[in-house]
């Protein structure tokens, strides 16, 4: 990874004894008839919060929710997420009408040790997405210590998640700690072979993922309409699959660099192809990689599903990320569902799975997988991928520098 090496103290080597502390947290879930949808990024941070109540701290909570835009937004409120918090946390939930200003002040300053305020939605402040130093100055004075638990937003530099980390001393959570030990070094130092399969719409999303990967995975296994570019790019006929032709000579730079180093990369052997994207379009199954005219591939075909499946069989670590076709249509979830299945076979087995993306998660969802059933399911999409890219987290960076200068 071409990231630098950070400097980020653990929240279980803190003396927080009794402190007053702000912890960011990824509470951005969806939200159903006023209540949460699903309360599984609430649920990711418990061990964090409930170490922190244990330890006798008051406990502030910040989150952004949705896009608002920097301007206040009913339906984004944070608000009716008080219930589930109480519920999960065990613990008693004020919630704070803003999240700086007077009203806030007053309803951090009201809690007791070993409770909880959540402050209203980040981003109804455009001052939160400018990484703003004087915003970060008001969410500061909520607290003496600042806790990372915001995986999903350690790829944005702003006001709570970089500005915040030179005004206080701060750590990372158990949150954020799992995501680094999966997704950096079990991707560092994997045991092997290590496979990676990539899936979803574009070569353009993945491809920093696929070559950064392609420096210590032994296998890359390619689905999703950008399999078709990676065909085209070896002269396969596509019909009218989903082509990004600016891309094809990265496609080609890729299956280069991965026979350079010795990897595998397998593209689909066969797929399931038709005229129209439409749920009730008739089928028909390819005899092999080539897509008739007129066609386009909509999923991985019955070959490609049996050879990826003995090829996650066999690895010990598989990182997973992006459909293998259009899943959202049930005809054409099969080859996305299967690989699910197999990633569940390979841990029962063992393996270290790791799972990455939205899309991804997703298709769990879809398939009735829990990510408990798997050994780590990442919370943060756009982060996950970015750190896999070798970027630099700016929310992390922040910290680490923070850490340096106290």
Known sequence: MAAPVLKLARIQDMDLKGKNVVVRVDYNVPLK????????????????????????????????????KGKVAPEFSLKPLVPSVEKLMGAKVHFAPDCVGPEADKVVAAAG??????????????EEEANDAS??????????????DAFGTVHRAH?????????????????????????DRAVKSPARPFLAIIGGAKVSDKIMVLNNLLD??????????????????????????????????????????????????????DHLAVQELKPDAPIQHTQSMAVPDGWMGV??????????KEHIRQAKTIFWNGPMGVF????????????????????????VTIVGGGDSLSVLKKAGIKSSQLSHCSTGGGASMELLEGKALPGLTALSKGAEGK
């Not at 915003?135 to 990372?148: P, S, Y």
């Not at 999923?299 to 990826?308: M, N, Y």
């Not at 299945?341 to 393996?351: F, H, S």
């Open 216 to 269: 210590s995975v032994d296998m890359l296994l390619i689905g999703g309409g950008m399999a078709y570019t990676f065909l085209a790019a070896q002269n396969v006929a596509i019909g009218k699959s989903l082509l990004e032709a600016d891309k094809v000579e990265e496609a080609k730079n890729v299956i280069a660099k991965a026979y350079k180093k010795r990897a595998q990369c397998l593209l689909p052997a």
């Open 328 to 351: 959202e249509m049930d005809a054409f979830s099969n080859g996305s569902f299967e690989i699910a299945k197999a990633m569940v076979e390979a841990t029962q087995n063992g393996a």
């Open 113 to 126: 040790k070993g409770e909880i305020v959540l402050l209203e939605n980040l981003r109804f402040h455009a």
């Open 159 to 183: 006001a709570s998640t970089a500005a915040i980390a030179a005004l206080l001393p701060g750590c990372i959570g158990f949150l954020v700690q799992k995501e680094l030990e999966f997704l």
């Open 299 to 308: 999923d991985i075909g019955p070959r490609t599903i049996a050879i990826f």
């Open 135 to 148: 915003f970060a100055k008001q969410l500061a004075r909520h607290g003496e210590f600042f806790v990372q």
């Open 33 to 68: 008839d006023g209540k949460v949808g699903d309360e599984k990024r609430i649920a990711a941070t418990v061990p964090t919060v409930k170490h922190l109540l244990d330890n006798g701290c008051r406990v502030v909570l910040m989150s952004h929710l949705g896009r608002p």
